[in-house]
Nanobody, 125 residues
Framework: QVQLVESGGGLVQPGGSLRLSCAAS????????IGWFRQAPGKEREGVSC????????YYADSVKGRFTISRDNAKNTVYLQMNSLKPEDTAVYYC??????????????????WGQGTQVTVSS
């Protein structure tokens, strides 16, 4: 019933930009916090950004702060991650996630129960 589908990944050169989308179905995402996470080969899954439903607060990992922006379009039931000034170290599979009753987001993956399938982002020249 609850589904999250990521899209927008691809191959870009360093310094380029991508916008990832997380489309929700089975629930109205404006009542839920949404998190973006990423995982590179041989690396632990790490939190990238999240947005809360209660007050719209946003949070970013230090590694992406100032370069990435998370936003919500309630009319489209979609959350976006705008990624600018991309670096090779941003290469990873990116996932969006939520959980029942989650209102305030955090960059801790264990808090999230529902995950999308992931979308690959590759930053390389």
């Amino acid at each position: 019933q609850v589904q999250l589908v990521e899209s927008g990944g691809g191959l870009v050169q360093p310094g380029g930009s991508l916008r990832l989308s997380c489309a929700a179905s089975g629930f109205t995402l404006d009542y839920y916090a949404i998190g973006w996470f990423r995982q590179a080969p041989g690396k632990e899954r790490e939190g990238v950004s999240c947005i809360s439903s209660s007050d719209g607060s946003t949070y970013y990992a230090d590694s992406v702060k100032g370069r990435f922006t998370i936003s919500r379009d309630n009319a489209k039931n979609t959350v976006y991650l705008q990624m600018n000034s991309l670096k090779p170290e941003d290469t990873a599979v990116y996932y969006c996630a939520t959980a029942p009753g989650l209102r305030v987001g955090a960059l801790h993956s264990h808090l999230y129960d529902y995950w999308g399938q992931g979308t690959q982002v590759t930053v390389s020249s």
